[in-house]
């Protein structure tokens, strides 16, 4: 459950009726009973807290531990599939703990974004999130151009560009490099997660793939042209995969 900053004033929660009937209703909590919501920090980003159910809103009781996310900055950029594709885009990456994503409008992209579909990603974002009980919700920025996106990126230590292409080096193979490369501020490394970079930073193509203009950009700006294996993957599937094999290596 996601609440926003004016429904919480010194430990007192307001829930909207939406929440409330689905609190009461479809979950049949009761006074007393308690769950845990994602409050909004004064400074800073939301945090999850256990909160106990009364007779109208609920009481914070205490902030629950941080969940370890071994990678602190995980940037999705994902050139914008035709349709709605990008919907599942912003569900799965939030769901698999990018902590940023962009949308890209590639030389190839077909789809023009309006305003509106930047709230309903946000909103599927904050959604999400909540499902999979993430202490945090991912930003979704503006659309952005590929170059204009590249030059965001330029404080990520590791920045890989998918293609699907055989001959490039595989995503796991690319992170464990850099992993050697990156000198961990903290105590000795054990294993790859006590190694791991900071921010990553993963693209995507879309349906017609990068065009060779835009894997050269990526490349004078310092990225790495990386593989998710054999098989060509679709532009939705191509970023759950990405991610999927952060996470995997991340854990190991
Ligand atoms: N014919 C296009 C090409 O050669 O790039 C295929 C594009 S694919 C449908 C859409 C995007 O998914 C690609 O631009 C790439 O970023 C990513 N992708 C798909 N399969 C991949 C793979 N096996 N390895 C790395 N990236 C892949």
Known sequence: LAIDPAQWHEGQIQFTADQDRYLRRVLRLEPGDRLVALL?????????WLVGLEPTGATALKPLPEP????????????????????????QATELGVTEIV????????????????????RIARE?????????????TEPLAWPAAIAQMVEHDGRFLCVARRSAPHLWQALQLLADSVPNPTSAPTSAQSQSPRAIALAVGPEGGWTPAEVDQALAAGWQ?????????????????ALAIVNAWGET
Do not use: C
């Open 40 to 48: 909004p920090e004064p400074i800073g980003e939301s945090r999850w």
């Open 103 to 122: 949308p890209v409008l590639s030389d190839r992209t077909l789809m023009q974004p309006n305003g509106n579909r930047l709230e309903r990603w946000r």
């Open 68 to 91: 370890i996310e071994p990678i602190q900055t995980l940037t999705l950029l994902a050139a914008l599939p035709k349709g709605s594709g990008f919907d599942e885009v912003v569900r």
């Open 225 to 241: 042209v990386v593989s998710l294996g054999g098989r060509v993957l679709r532009a939705v599937t191509a970023p759950l995969a």
């Open 128 to 140: 999400a999130a909540e499902q999979s009980e993430r202490a945090a919700i991912p930003t979704v």
